[in-house]
């Protein structure tokens, strides 16, 4: 039986979460930091998922890198991989993890939050996973890889770890964590299943191909789709408790200010200085998303559904930044210098700081 909603936050206070991710080095990897740092300030989107007084015994989480846990380089670290060196990691595990943040993901706070721990990444050898697994891989699309490959664009996709891929992952794993169908749906129903953010490699793939705009808008019931379909397929096995965050607000991305440049002003918001079309975008995505989702919903009565408005809470880091913290030009500074020298050797941050 679900109850009401706890009077107490679901995690950790938002403006100390934050600033265990904010600061990011200024080089090639810091979209990927700046967008982790953007949904731990939007945790209170993901609360939905604790406001019930049901305790889950296991906590699985599929994505891309918004919640890679490492699997793009469990095994190995290949040295072209910023992820796999630091200064990711510095703030929380002082070494790089293959998360593409220098702290804890989204789906690592719900599983501390729920007593769990962190859900290791799925491909990892020698692992407990009856507590969870991470199958989120960086990369990872909502569409097939040869959706991609038929619109010659493929070449912009990572990897083929597709959210079927990962529900297939899942599935080669369930015989090492409960035995029959019936055990396998009690073991489900306690567990609490993260599914994504999924959809915006779906998009930064044609768009940074030269696909034109209006061709890509055309993609987007069929991600949007894709995604409620990999959610289905969870529920058949078994999954009553499912989270399905939506794409952020991507017209506020530095790389898409940077690309999609212009001189005109109507082009931007006013309110929040990003690109108005590419907002408008991932708006129209997670009101597709939500409408496949409340079909869901319907069809299947007695499983609790919820969406991630990773969109309108991510603004709020947009418009008011200085409300999760304040910005230090010296740790700018600091980390150019780790960059430069003793990221190069391999020194962990953290004791580089101290002999300064």
């Not at 938002?14 to 265990?20: K, R, S």
């Amino acid at each position: 039986m679900r109850v009401g909603p706890r009077r107490h936050s679901c995690l950790p206070p938002t403006p100390a979460a934050a600033m265990a991710v904010a600061h990011a080095p200024p080089r090639r990897g810091v979209l990927p930091l700046l967008l982790v740092a953007a949904l731990v300030a939007a945790l209170p989107a993901t609360c939905a998922a604790a406001r019930s007084k049901k305790s889950y015994t296991a906590i699985f989480s599929f994505g891309d890198s918004l919640s890679d846990a490492g699997n793009l380089i469990v095994n190995g670290t290949p040295k072209a991989l910023t992820t796999a060196r630091p200064p990711y990691g510095m703030t929380f595990f002082r070494k790089p993890t293959g998360r593409c943040s220098n702290g804890r993901l989204v789906v690592d706070f719900l599983a501390e939050h729920f007593g769990l721990p962190l859900p290791p990444p799925s491909q990892a050898k020698g692992k407990d996973f009856k507590k969870g697994a991470n199958f989120a891989i960086t990369g990872a699309t909502a569409l097939e890889y040869s959706f991609f490959k038929a619109h010659g664009i493929d070449q912009r996709i990572w990897n083929t770890g597709s959210i079927n891929t990962q529900i297939g992952w899942l599935q080669d794993m369930k015989p090492s964590l409960c035995k029959s169908e019936q055990d396998c749906k009690d073991y489900f129903s306690k567990s609490l299943f993260v599914v994504g953010e999924f959809g915006g490699n779906d998009y930064n793939a044609p768009l940074f191909s030269g696909v034109p705009f209006s061709d890509v808008k055309t993609y987007v019931p069929l991600v949007a789709k894709a995604i409620a379909n990999g959610v289905e397929k969870l529920i058949e096995l078994g999954a009553t408790d499912l989270l399905v965050p939506g794409v952020l607000p991507i017209g506020c991305f530095p790389l898409y200010l940077t690309l999609y440049n212009t001189s005109s002003k109507a082009d931007y918001n006013a309110r929040t200085g990003c690109l108005r079309r590419y907002n408008r975008l991932a708006f129209h995505h997670n009101r597709e998303l939500k409408q496949q989702l409340d079909e869901l919903q319907k069809k299947y009565p007695k499983t609790k559904i919820m969406y991630g408005d990773y969109f309108k809470a991510a603004l709020q880091f947009v418009v008011n930044p200085g409300k999760f913290g304040e910005f230090s030009p010296f740790l700018c500074l600091l980390l150019q210098v780790y960059l430069l020298v003793a990221g190069s050797k391999g020194i962990p941050f953290h004791e580089m700081k101290r002999t300064l």
